[in-house]
């Protein structure tokens, strides 16, 4: 089961990095670039714990599950939803933040000696053997990533609410919030030392985010004069 749940993850994340950044090349949008960076540590992680649980953890292997899939997934799209959604200021601040947190939280990781011996199991539980401050900090990014990528999906979908047309946008980003959450509620149990829990909180938040994203990517009628039948408009892609 976990495997599945790790090739899942690994897909549909994958997926949607793929998407995202696509979307970057053709537009060069700081969010999205921020965005797919997030979204390929995502992928990162539920492809270190694929081959983790076909019988090859190793520390190092661990530790990049851990840090891309239990701290950092969340205040990288947090990142991207403020490039997004707040003065260019704020988030370059965060930014700078972001950049210490992230060189902290590897340093600390990979400074707590994991071994071999430690993750001599399916998945590897990070509470027996990871200091309490590594732990600490996957609950905070999470904790700090979540509210603003939640928060501005919702402030965002709740403006097209009224939309008829832009109904499929408010639809995506619904399911992108929840997405998040469910992907978000892996620090907390990377934090309790559930890795199975992580697991299966990373499968199902990258399937939902990318519903979401699909769903909000949907084809738009443009708007046409009275008495005439609207056209298809072009995907957002």
């Given at each position: 089961?976990?495997?599945?749940?790790a090739?899942?993850?690994?897909?549909?994340?994958?997926a949607?990095?793929?998407?995202?950044?696509?979307?970057?090349?053709?537009?060069r949008?700081?969010?999205?670039?921020a965005?797919g960076?997030?979204?390929?540590?995502?992928?990162?992680?539920?492809?270190?714990l694929?081959?983790?649980?076909?019988?090859?953890?190793t520390?190092v292997?661990?530790?990049?599950?851990?840090l891309?899939?239990g701290?950092?997934?969340?205040?990288?799209?947090?990142?991207g939803?403020?490039?997004?959604?707040a003065?260019r200021?704020?988030?370059?601040?965060?930014?700078?933040?972001?950049?210490?947190f992230?060189?902290a939280?590897?340093?600390?990781?990979?400074?707590?000696?994991?071994?071999?011996?430690?993750?001599?199991?399916?998945v590897?539980?990070?509470r027996?053997?990871?200091?309490?401050?590594?732990?600490?900090?996957?609950?905070v990014?999470?904790?700090?990533?979540t509210?603003?990528?939640?928060?501005?999906?919702l402030?965002?979908?709740?403006?097209?609410?009224h939309?008829?047309r832009?109904?499929?946008?408010?639809?995506?980003?619904?399911l992108?919030?929840?997405g998040?959450?469910?992907a978000?509620?892996g620090?907390a149990?990377a934090?309790?030392?559930?890795?199975?829990?992580?697991?299966a909180?990373?499968?199902?938040?990258?399937?939902?985010?990318?519903a979401?994203?699909?769903r909000?990517?949907a084809?738009?009628?443009?708007?046409?004069?009275?008495?005439?039948?609207?056209?298809?408009?072009?995907?957002?892609?």
């Amino acid at each position: 089961m976990q495997a599945l749940l790790a090739a899942v993850a690994t897909l549909a994340s994958g997926a949607f990095a793929v998407s995202v950044l696509a979307q970057y090349r053709r537009r060069r949008r700081p969010y999205q670039l921020a965005w797919g960076v997030s979204l390929l540590m995502f992928a990162a992680a539920s492809l270190a714990l694929t081959v983790g649980v076909a019988g090859h953890w190793t520390p190092v292997v661990f530790e990049s599950y851990y840090l891309f899939g239990g701290i950092l997934t969340a205040p990288w799209l947090a990142l991207g939803t403020l490039f997004l959604l707040a003065r260019r200021p704020v988030a370059l601040g965060y930014l700078a933040v972001l950049a210490v947190f992230t060189a902290a939280a590897a340093v600390l990781l990979f400074a707590a000696h994991v071994t071999a011996a430690d993750v001599a199991r399916e998945v590897p539980e990070g509470r027996d053997f990871l200091p309490v401050v590594v732990r600490v900090m996957a609950v905070v990014g999470n904790i700090a990533g979540t509210v603003i990528v939640v928060g501005g999906a919702l402030v965002s979908g709740l403006a097209l609410r009224h939309n008829r047309r832009l109904r499929a946008r408010f639809q995506g980003n619904l399911l992108i919030a929840a997405g998040v959450l469910l992907a978000a509620s892996g620090g907390a149990f990377a934090f309790l030392g559930r890795s199975g829990g992580l697991a299966a909180a990373l499968a199902l938040g990258a399937a939902v985010m990318y519903a979401g994203f699909r769903r909000a990517s949907a084809p738009i009628a443009a708007p046409a004069p009275a008495g005439t039948v609207p056209p298809a408009a072009e995907a957002t892609g």
